[in-house]
């Protein structure tokens, strides 16, 4: 092995990480060292700036609870977390997109009957979302489950919340017709937890820290791809810059506004409410390669 210098160790320790029988780990660790090298080589960092960076990411992972993931939230925030998704989920023209998970997903919720109310007792404004659910030839996916998230009226999760659960989340099926019903309040734009170290951060810059109002879902049904997407609110403020580059214009659906009487599933309300309209299409699933 060559002594290092400044100009050779780069390709010192990309000799040394090579050193790997798994080829995918191995592809992994020299693209890493390749690229951290090159970012520090760039920025020169003081060794009074990599010592913050130490203690900022030591703080960070000291944050993390089954709760809470602050390095997921750095990643939301980098953008990361929407090239992951997109790297995942490359669908064909006019299948529904998908977007974040986000850190709010609670897995295993009850399952509701059509038309059923999942925000019982829960601050807001009535909004009933009602649709379908397609295959990119149209055909209606019959039985197909809809697992729905999202903040109350006052734009909070249950995990935000000091409730028992279940707040505002819920799996609804499909009908054999494709079609479907939630009873659901108006989701509000919020702000990602901002009293950690990704907050700490945000703060000293001018970016937004807010999410335009959305209604989170995954989407399922035997032989199509799963989809994790949101549908968000036109019109909201934040819409155009949303902190975690969720937004994808095919996802902007409007909240018509209606000043009461018969709902869609039924119901007659004496005060206004709000309808969603909107047609999820899946595409089915990719066979996998034989090894
Ligand atoms: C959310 O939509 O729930 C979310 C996504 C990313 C970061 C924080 C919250
Ligand atoms: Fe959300």
């Not at 970012?39 to 203690?55: L, N, S, Y």
């Not at 099926?173 to 990602?192: H, L, M, N, W």
Request: hydrophobic share 40%.
């Amino acid at each position: 092995m060559p002594y290092v210098t400044e100009s050779n160790l780069t390709d010192v320790a990309r000799e040394r990480w090579s050193n790997i029988p798994d080829p995918r780990l191995r592809e992994i660790m020299t693209a890493l060292v390749k690229h951290v090298h090159a970012f520090v080589r760039e920025i020169e960092p003081t060794q009074a700036e990599w010592a913050t960076a130490i203690d900022w990411l030591t703080r960070t992972g000291k944050l993390c609870t089954d709760k809470r993931q602050e390095f997921i939230l750095f990643s939301d925030v980098l953008g990361v977390s929407m090239l992951m998704d997109a790297i995942n989920n490359r669908l064909d023209n006019g299948a529904t997109p998908t977007t974040v998970e986000g850190p709010f997903h609670v897995p295993a919720s009850p399952e509701f009957a059509d038309g059923a109310d999942m925000a019982k007792n829960a601050p807001g404004v009535p909004c009933f979302v009602t649709g379908t659910v397609r295959d990119l030839d149209g055909k209606p996916v019959a039985g197909a489950s809809l697992d729905v998230w999202q903040t109350d009226g006052e734009g909070l999760y249950e995990a935000q919340r000091d409730v028992e659960g279940p707040w505002l989340r819920g799996v609804f099926r499909t009908r054999a017709d494709g079609s479907f019903a939630i009873r659901t309040v108006v989701p509000i734009s919020y702000t990602i937890p901002m009293d950690g170290t990704v907050g700490e951060l945000v703060e000293r810059t001018n970016i937004s820290h807010y999410r335009p109002a959305h209604i989170h879902f995954v989407v399922e049904a035997p032989g199509y791809h799963r989809i994790v997407t949101h549908l968000f609110r036109r019109g909201d403020r934040y819409i155009d810059n949303d902190v975690v580059y969720g937004v994808k214009e095919p996802l902007i659906v409007d909240f018509k506004e209606v000043p009461g009487g018969k709902a869609p599933n039924g119901e007659t309300l004496e005060s206004a409410f709000y309808e969603v309209n909107y047609d999820f299409v899946l595409q089915k699933a990719a066979i996998a390669k034989a090894a």
